[in-house]
């Protein structure tokens, strides 16, 4: 079954000519009506699907609690200490979407989702107007995220967790993850740049040291950990464990709150 907008996209593609020279199939009927199943999905009904979080009380807790203790941990490193306040910001605000996620697999943080409503086709249209259009946007954000971001975070925490990181290599990763930032807006780019080498470097060594033979299949699962991180979507992270307690509140001011935390 198909919604409204499929069928629309989709005809509007099938009134070409061209489209159905190129899509015929001589050995197909010439219905092909009758050889659609009438079970089939509509395809963006997959590409719609919202989750939140089942537990939302808890989890902002505890994802809190991780941004805080990841937070100490990174005003306790010297060369960070020693950026302008300007660029720690900035790095700070770059980078905790993915420290949270990284905190949560060092700290055994665990979460569940349910399913969330999408609203009507006739919702949307009934809301769809000039003064109304800011709202209805901050009413489906607030709704979920998209299930794929949910279940590809879960997937992330499992199989980092499979690879029994120590804490040494979490503190490389952090560094790696924190100094990750090449913006023209950087005060000190260049010495940011160099320190995001240098935790890559000192991630290498300390792997070699300690798994020597194994070094290299040990090293590229970490570094496909850090690249796992690039992809994390900040709002996201947002959307699961901080907006539905937050509301409309400031995700940025929120987690400014916590670098600040004592």
Known sequence: MSCYECKRQRNATRGSILFSLLNRDPNSPQDPQKTTPKSQLCSCATRKKLVAIRAPQLVFKAASGVLVKTFRFVKHVPCF????????LRLVRSSWAQLLVLGMVQDCVDFDTVETQQPS?????LTHSKNRQQHSQIEVRDQGVPVSDAEGIMMFLVKCRGLRISAREFAFLKGAVLFSLDGTELECRDYIRALHREAERALYEHVGAVYQANR???FSRLRAVLSA?????????????FRPVLGTGSI???????????
């Open 81 to 88: 200490r020693g950026l302008p306040t300007g660029d720690q």
């Open 252 to 262: 940025d001011g929120h987690v400014l709150s916590l670098f600040h935390e004592r």
């Open 229 to 241: 991180l690039r992809s994390v979507d900040p709002d996201a992270v947002a959307g699961l464990f």
């Open 121 to 125: 086709l006739l919702h949307e249209i």
């Open 216 to 218: 290299t299949v040990r």
